[in-house]
């Protein structure tokens, strides 16, 4: 699942995987609201690529939604954002399984989604 507030970031990462043949079944919303909706409706991803800076609902908000929730708190975070403060940095890879900063080079988010799914 993508979790962002902009949709050139979705169509690009999707693109991304599309291109590079992986084999994974994507779903995207664009705030953790739309997020929400999606799991409460039982479409768990194994994997959540979650932006920090988004309207109605931020990233580190849905962020405790999730891991308090005992069906979902399993799934895996990659923080993706645009944030590169070390407060940001150092909470994002404390509570997440990466933090990747925008803009983000191709082959390396492939890779560290790959790295986070094997875990």
Known sequence: ?????EPDIIYAIEKVLEIKKARYDIMS?????EALKLLKNN???DLILLDIM???MNGWILY???KNKESWKNISIIFLTARKDKLAVDAG???GDDYITKPFDNMELINRIEIA???
């Open 1 to 5: 699942m993508i979790v962002d507030d």
């Open 29 to 33: 919303a664009k705030n953790g609201i």
């Open 43 to 45: 479409e768990i991803p």
């Open 54 to 56: 988004m309207p109605e």
């Open 64 to 66: 405790d939604k999730i």
């Open 93 to 95: 890879f404390l509570l």
């Open 117 to 119: 799914l094997k875990k």
